[in-house]
C-alpha cells in the first residue's frame, strides 16, 4: 500500500512539473533528453566495437564498395561483407541481380586470418590490420571503424595493385544476415 501511494504521488508530480512550463522549457528539456539519449547509445556502441573488435568476432557489412579508383557503388549488405569469426575470415562482393561464379553474382573467398593488429585512439576510433591467407593467396586488410556509430570503412589488398574498399557497418557476428555465395 505505502509502495502504491509513493508511485501516485510521483507521478502527479512530475504531470504537475510539466504543466506550467512554456513551449520554449519543453522544447529544451526535450533536446536535453534527446542530446542524453544519444551520449548513451554512442556509448553502448564503444563498448560494443570493442567487444567486438577485441575478441575477432564481427562482419561488416558493406552499403558501398569501390575499387581503387574510388567509384563508389550502392551495395546490398547481405551479399557485400567481411566475416572475422576467431581465425577464421570470409569476403564477398556482388550486386545479387545476376548468378556469377558464386551464385550470387560475384565473388566469394574465405581463409585463415593472420597477423591481427588492432589499436584504438582518444576519439574511440580502432584501427585493425591483418592478412588472409586462402587458397587464392594472401590478402591484407585495413579497417578503420568510429566506435560510437559503428561505421566501418575497409581496404583489401593482395599482391598486386588492385584493391577493393567496402564502406558499410559493423554487426555482431550472432546478428547478421549475410548470406555466402559458393567458394571455389
Request: proline residues 1%; aromatic residues 10%; glycine residues 10%.
Given at each position: ?21 512554456s513551449k520554449k522549457e ?108 586462402s587458397s587464392g593467396g ?47
Amino acid at each position: 500500500m505505502k509502495k502504491i501511494v509513493i508511485v501516485m504521488m510521483s507521478v502527479l508530480m512530475i504531470a504537475s512539473a510539466g504543466y506550467g512550463q512554456s513551449k520554449k522549457e519543453l522544447r529544451a528539456r526535450e533536446k536535453q533528453a534527446k542530446k542524453e539519449a544519444r551520449a548513451r547509445e554512442e556509448a553502448m556502441n564503444k563498448e560494443l566495437t570493442k567487444k567486438m573488435i577485441e575478441s575477432r568476432k564481427f562482419v561488416l557489412e558493406a552499403d558501398f564498395v569501390s575499387g581503387k579508383q574510388g567509384q563508389r557503388i550502392s551495395v546490398t549488405r547481405t551479399f557485400n561483407f567481411i566475416v572475422v569469426n576467431g581465425d577464421k575470415v570470409a569476403f564477398q562482393f556482388a550486386d545479387g541481380s545476376h548468378v556469377g561464379y558464386n551464385g550470387v553474382g560475384g565473388s566469394f573467398e574465405e581463409g585463415n586470418l593472420r597477423e591481427y593488429k588492432f589499436k584504438t585512439n582518444k576519439k574511440g576510433m580502432y584501427f585493425v590490420d591483418f592478412r588472409i591467407v586462402s587458397s587464392g593467396g594472401t590478402l591484407f586488410v585495413h579497417l578503420s571503424a568510429i566506435g560510437a556509430t559503428l561505421r566501418v570503412d575497409a581496404t583489401i589488398k593482395g599482391t598486386s595493385s588492385a584493391q577493393l574498399n567496402y564502406s558499410g557497418y559493423l554487426v555482431p557476428l550472432d546478428k547478421s544476415r549475410v548470406y555466402k555465395g559458393v567458394s571455389f
